[in-house]
């Protein structure tokens, strides 16, 4: 049996400045950091058998990563597409902060692109069903959304950018 998967689909590519702004940060850091990483991986490099050396496997699987995000990053960040602002402020667009109602619970989300994506800060990816569900929607519109294997009903109560 085959272990082959079909790819995932291609996350949108629309980014808000401030995250693009922040992927930049992140990809100067990641620079910086590999130096450090390098230095010690040379030092570790220098006290013998590689095979039994752990800070050299370990130094060796840090650098591993820092290299895939910044491989990742500088593949993905000249296809974004920078949205400053939009047209219609009544509805629900990219980058809007939306306050909603959901089965009697009040939250205000962000929608921004899936690189930004920030659950903590309350940041949606506008790939996710919610998101998807409230783009071109008004305030006061009422609709259904399956969240979680759930119906929920939701209520746009104010729209802001």
Not at 9 to 14: D, G, H, L, T, V
Not at 41 to 48: D, N, R
Not at 56 to 78: F, N, S, T, V, W
Not at 79 to 107: H, M, P, R, S, Y
């Amino acid at each position: 049996m085959s272990r082959w998967r079909p790819p995932a689909p291609r996350s949108s590519a629309y980014i808000t400045r401030d995250g693009y702004t922040a992927l930049e940060k992140e990809l100067k850091a990641l620079w910086s950091k590999r130096r450090i990483v390098n230095d010690a991986l040379s030092a570790a490099a220098a006290e013998g058998d590689r095979s039994e050396n752990a800070e050299y496997i370990y130094r060796k699987k840090e650098q591993a990563g820092i290299d895939r995000r910044i491989r990742y990053l500088q593949k993905r960040m000249p296809d974004l597409k920078i949205i400053e602002k939009v047209g219609n402020t009544q509805q629900v667009f990219f980058g809007a902060w939306v306050t909603i109602e959901i089965n009697d619970v009040e939250e205000r989300y962000r929608i921004v692109g899936p690189d930004e994506t920030d659950t903590p800060n309350k940041h949606i990816s506008m790939d996710s069903p919610l998101a998807k569900a409230l783009l071109k929607k008004s305030i006061d519109d009422q609709f259904d959304v399956n969240l979680g294997g759930e119906i929920k009903t939701v209520v746009i109560l104010d729209i802001a950018y």
